[in-house]
């Protein structure tokens, strides 16, 4: 062992004295034509982007289509009601866009309110994910319905209120004309008789 050291020692040092002493290769460096252009890398085009289209499916494609048409829909409601309503198509995309028209908060209650029912039996019959989707829309809706109804609930008793008011008023005004009257009244009573020059009443 004690010889395996010092021979490994020597093999090592030749070897690295042996690199040392072998003679480096120049670098040859070619020259370049003056007016040679670099070569550029074929330039390669851009697919064009494929626009999702609306379908009734679970595809993320698609889910990412509708929500787009929704956000797109509340600049260009009337827009949007002037394409659907000439069509005589009624697929389920179509039918689907319609009833969605018809939830904006644009719509009179009463079409709104049918809408809701509609699309609720809807959402049983589309893919889960879509389903998901439209249910934001079916809470959204169902939630100003209920606003609706609150305000106009308020709105009637509020009036009620109002005429109830009213009519107080009119109760009070007559029966302080009534107090006025038995004020007057019992003042005279209270008066001392008028006396004639004789001193007799």
């Not at 034509?33 to 595809?59: C, F, K, Y």
């Not at 827009?79 to 697929?91: A, F, G, I, K, Y």
């Amino acid at each position: 062992m004690k010889l395996f050291l010092p021979l490994v020692a020597v093999i090592l040092l030749s070897v690295l004295s042996g690199c040392q002493l072998a003679p480096l290769k120049p670098i040859s460096v070619e020259a370049e034509p003056e007016n040679s252009q670099p070569e550029l890398p074929p330039i390669v085009e851009p697919t064009p982007a494929i626009e999702p289209v609306l379908a009734i499916d679970n595809s993320p494609e698609t889910l990412q289509a509708w929500i787009q048409y929704r956000a797109e829909l509340l600049n260009q409601v009337a827009d949007e009601r002037e394409q659907l309503s000439p069509l005589e198509v009624t697929d389920a995309v179509t039918e689907l866009k319609r009833t969605i028209l018809q939830l904006h908060p644009d719509t009179p209650y009463l079409t709104r309110l049918k809408q809701q029912m509609l699309l609720s039996d809807k959402l049983n019959k589309l893919p889960p994910s879509l389903a998901a989707l439209f249910s934001w829309d079916l809470a959204f809706n169902q939630k100003l319905l209920e606003a609706e109804s609150a305000v106009s609930a308020l709105t009637r008793l509020n009036a009620q209120q109002h005429d109830n008011i009213e009519r107080l008023q009119k109760t009070n005004k007559e029966l302080q004309k009534k107090i006025d009257a038995l004020t007057q009244i019992e003042a005279q009573l209270n008066q001392p008789p008028l006396e004639d020059n004789n001193g007799q009443p």
